[in-house]
């Protein structure tokens, strides 16, 4: 009994001066070391997030970010990395995903629960959720719950007129539905609706360009985008999150916002 109980210490010590030698890197992210391509799968038809100019030449906030997170590890592993974007239609990334036509979806892509299983999803980048946006002058709504009997104006079928339809019934709103939000802003600032629920680009674009309402706390409802990558690629996803983790901490992050999703003129629209 003592013999075991000796070699058993010894075991343990062995193990705990020689612990096991980090995971090999996934075949994928040793692919594009090697070959200096990381493929990104995206439907170039949402701007301000990615489109096409019917050239061929890509842009938007989801392409600079791809190309940043290239850059980046370009530097951090001495070799040159270049993003390859494979166009594919909204609906069949997540298959197109799964047949390895490219490595990654990088495309406004909405966190959704109910794909955790087939796929691994990146730290939130961007917070689509809607929001609540009053008149300028409006100095007494604090939150939502304020709101009660008073006229609501969303998107019909966005985020926004969901989340109106769900309080609609307990906080008796005067629900009205618009084609954009800049039209159901624009009844907003005419005082023909008392608050609007909508994103923060579309706020954005309508406050720069017009004028006249603001911004009251946070998101309604947490509407994610993230990055998503196969479930054989954890070294790929671990290589995504330093990169938006460092850019959410240097300021970089921000600065893309400010490039494309305050002053992108565009309303969402997939």
Do not use: C
């Not at 020689?18 to 949402?46: M, N």
């Not at 907003?188 to 608050?195: E, I, K, T």
């Not at 070294?235 to 999150?241: E, K």
């Amino acid at each position: 009994m003592v013999i075991v109980l000796v070699i058993g210490l010894i075991v343990f010590a062995f193990v705990a001066w020689f612990p096991k030698p980090p995971p090999k890197p996934d075949a994928t992210w040793v692919h594009i070391l090697e070959t200096g391509a990381w493929r990104v799968g995206i439907d170039p038809s949402f701007p301000p997030f990615e489109s096409d100019d019917a050239k061929g030449n890509l842009s938007g906030f989801d392409i600079a970010l791809a190309d940043e997170i290239a850059r980046a590890w370009s530097e951090a592993n001495a070799t040159p990395i270049h993003v390859e974007y494979v166009y594919s239609g909204f609906d069949g990334l997540y298959d197109a995903l799964k047949a390895r036509q490219f490595d990654a979806i990088v495309s406004a892509l909405p966190y959704d629960p109910k794909k955790t299983e087939d796929v691994y999803f990146s730290h939130a980048y961007f917070d689509g959720g809607p929001h609540l946006i009053v008149r300028a002058d409006d100095a007494t709504t604090k939150t939502y719950y304020d709101l009660q009997g008073k006229a609501i104006g969303v998107e019909l079928g966005s985020t926004g007129d969901a989340f109106a339809r769900r309080w609609q019934r307990r906080l008796k709103f005067d629900l009205r539905t618009y084609n954009t939000p800049a039209d159901a802003l624009r009844a907003l600032r005419a005082a023909q609706v008392d608050a609007v629920f909508t994103d923060l680009v579309a706020f954005n674009d309508f406050s720069r360009a017009e004028g006249g309402v603001k911004q009251v706390g946070d998101a309604l409802v947490n509407e994610f985008l993230v990055i998503a990558v196969r479930k054989d690629t954890p070294t790929l996803l671990a290589q995504i999150n330093a990169v938006i983790a460092a850019m959410k901490s240097d300021g970089r992050m921000e600065r893309l916002y400010a490039e494309w999703l305050v002053s992108s003129g565009t309303e969402l629209t997939r």
